[in-house]
């Protein structure tokens, strides 16, 4: 039997050694609740991976950049996280902010240390861990 997955689009959104993140909702009905994690979400029946990432990216910040393009998977605890990057030419301020606490262009050391600087809060909040993983695997092999 083969083994079923949940089916997750992710964007990597990158500006100078940055990455677009948002400060996921403290609510226990969510997975990673207060955590910064990339922007996408699950796919719909029926719906290819890029055409979910495409339309999480305009439901979340009311933007798609050009040049998103299929950079491979990233599987574990039974997700299926198809991953995207593009480079974002727009300052977040450009952006609309319609899911989470907030959003914020996350420096890679950030990354590496697995949390941000929360301004909204006055506190540091966690990166999402498969989230760091998939990103600190991206800045090895741009390395």
């Excluded at 590496?112 to 090895?140: E, K």
């Amino acid at each position: 039997m083969a083994e079923r997955f949940t089916e997750v689009a992710v964007a990597v959104l990158h500006r100078q050694r940055r990455f677009l993140l948002q400060l996921r909702d403290r609510r226990s009905d969510i997975v990673y609740p207060g955590h910064w994690a990339c922007f996408g979400g699950h796919l719909e029946p029926g719906e290819t991976p890029a055409a979910a990432v495409r339309r999480e990216l305009q439901e979340e910040i009311g933007h798609c950049p050009a040049g998103l393009t299929a950079i491979g998977c990233h599987t574990s605890n039974g997700i299926r996280r198809h991953l995207f990057a593009a480079p974002l030419a727009l300052a977040p301020a450009q952006l609309q902010q319609r899911e989470g606490e907030a959003m914020a262009l996350v420096p890679a050391a950030a990354i590496r240390r697995g949390r941000h600087y929360a301004p909204q809060l006055g506190n540091w909040m966690p990166i999402a861990t498969p989230h760091r993983a998939l990103l600190l695997d991206w800045l090895a092999r741009r390395s």
